[in-house]
């Protein structure tokens, strides 16, 4: 297996050199549930050189549905070790570690990355992964997913604390496809980001299927 055959779309889509740029790039999930676990997936086998990935949780039998990382066989596992082992066994040009501990624990780790990409479930967390963006200098992509709607925004010179939460807001319920599709957003402008090609930054993209059905994207300055 050579890297020529493996990522031979990709290369065909922006070519050899943007490819081996990708090899050279370092990554942190920061979660490995919903949004987490389609993140591993889509960056995992895309070439980017190091992926790893940050979370305390196991396996339970409701998240399974939604997140795809993981099967029946996965329950009460840690999260981040069954994912970072399935895209090592996917990839085999890829390096992963998993981090069995809390973003705030991570953090004073001081590892290096290009992009930290949020898939968490918190607010609290986002803070976190916030201040550590503008301490370290490394962007980060904010992603959430409630009902059949979503949120993705690239943070490069603005602050988390534009959104004013004050609480946790507990998601009224989650549909799995909308999960992925947020997911598939945020992995694509990651992708574009460590390549080099534009992307919109400090917008917030909102998502959601309106009363008729229809699929709206809109966007706010942050």
């Known amino acids: 297996m050579t890297k020529e055959l493996y990522f031979k779309r990709q290369i065909e889509l922006w070519g050899i050199d943007k490819q081996e740029l990708l090899s050279s790039k370092k990554i942190a999930i920061i ?6 676990s389609s993140l591993a997936l889509a960056l995992g086998t895309s070439g980017i050189g190091e992926v790893d990935i940050v979370d305390f949780d196991k396996v339970s039998a409701h998240n399974i549905h939604r997140q795809i990382a993981f099967t029946l066989n996965d329950e009460f596992k840690y999260k981040a070790k069954v994912a970072s082992d399935l895209i090592i066994s996917k990839n085999p ?8 501990c809390d973003f705030n624990e991570f953090s004073k780790l001081d590892k290096k990355y290009d992009l930290i990409l ?17 301490c370290s ?4 992509i904010y992603a959430s997913v409630e009902e059949f709607g979503g949120q993705v925004c690239f943070f490069e010179h603005s602050k988390f604390t534009a959104f004013n939460t004050e609480t946790d807001h507990k998601p009224a319920g989650i ?11 945020q992995a694509n402008i990651a992708l574009r980001y460590l390549v080099e090609l534009p992307v919109l930054r400090d917008k917030l993209y909102h998502l959601y299927f309106d009363s008729n059905g229809d699929i709206v994207t809109k966007k706010f300055g942050i």
């Not at 040009?93 to 069995?100: D, E, M, Q, R, T």
């Open 31 to 36: 979660g490995s549930g919903g949004l987490g």
């Open 118 to 134: 949020d898939a968490t479930d918190n607010f609290t967390t986002r803070h976190q992964i916030d201040e550590y963006s503008t």
């Open 175 to 185: 549909a799995a496809p909308m999960v992925m599709h947020i997911a598939s957003l």
């Open 93 to 100: 040009f890829l390096k992963s570690k998993s981090f069995i």
């Open 137 to 140: 200098g490394i962007p980060w």
